[in-house]
């Protein structure tokens, strides 16, 4: 039942919300082979690590979607969903670019390297394009952290299998000068929402869980097999029903 309630009952909760404006993007786990091409092109690796992400000012936190289909027969009348795989969409970046252009440079190159493979000269007229391995051009270490300005809370997206495929048509002109931006679309495989170490240790826990709880209906259904009624507690006097039940 809806009852009234003070501003003060609720203000705490509209004063905490948090801003679009604190967040930072990582680049890292760039291939070894991308490292080096970019190097030869004068775009140090410590750039891409501490300072291009710096550079952007403009990002996503994104989203994914659970494919689904249709299941018909099941039940009468009944038409279920039920999932069968998880879709990332592409994510798109704007940065501002620097005077000596090597965040312009670090993309292009990392897109050269992608498109790269026949190792021939591009000057020549006979020039063709050929494709690196997936493996030799995917990151699979770079995150987007979203804090706030307190830095007491934050949370992480890390990004597997993450390329960029485009850079979007950067327009340049005399008049109403501004600082140069540049936008470049990205390809992910997947993305992991939270800490490593935090996501571990939950799964740890979860998946103990998930065990015992399948450990109880294997033990319920044997002793209503028998005739019998449930136990209430196992053979080492533990009781399924509690939630920590096989937890070590």
């Known amino acids: 039942m809806v009852r009234p309630r003070r501003i003060a009952d609720f203000k705490p909760t509209f004063t905490n ?21 970019l190097n030869i092109r004068g775009v140090d690796y410590r750039f891409v690590t501490e300072t291009s992400g710096l550079l952007c000012n403009n990002a996503v936190i994104p989203g ?20 069968h795989s998880r879709i990332f969409p592409d994510i798109n970046l704007e ?23 026949s190792g021939y000269d591009q000057t020549r007229e006979d020039y063709y394009f050929k494709m690196e391995y997936p493996y030799d051009y995917k990151m ?25 495929y485009q850079i979007s048509n950067i327009p340049v002109k005399y008049e109403n000068s501004e600082i140069l931006k540049m936008n470049v ?8 929402c939270g800490k490593f170490s935090s996501y571990d240790k939950y799964r740890g826990r979860y998946n103990n869980i ?39």
């Open 17 to 37: 919300l948090a801003q679009t404006s604190h967040y930072q993007v990582i680049f890292g786990g760039v291939p070894l082979g991308v490292r080096q091409y």
């Open 185 to 192: 679309n990205f390809h992910i495989d997947r993305y992991a």
């Open 95 to 117: 940065f501002y670019v620097d005077k000596e252009y090597k965040l312009l440079k670090f993309f292009e190159h990392y897109i050269e390297f992608v498109a790269g493979g």
């Open 210 to 248: 998930k065990e015992a709880n399948q450990r109880r209906r294997l033990l319920q259904d044997s002793e209503f097999g028998r005739g019998g009624t449930r136990a209430t507690t196992d053979s080492r006097g533990r009781d399924p029903d509690d939630p920590e039940y096989g937890m070590p």
């Open 64 to 83: 994914s979607t659970l494919a689904d289909a249709k299941v018909i027969g099941n039940y009468q009348g009944v038409i279920e969903n039920m999932t």
């Open 140 to 164: 699979y270490g770079t995150k987007i952290v979203k804090f706030d300005r307190d830095y007491q809370t934050e949370i992480e997206y890390n990004f597997y299998g993450m390329y960029p």
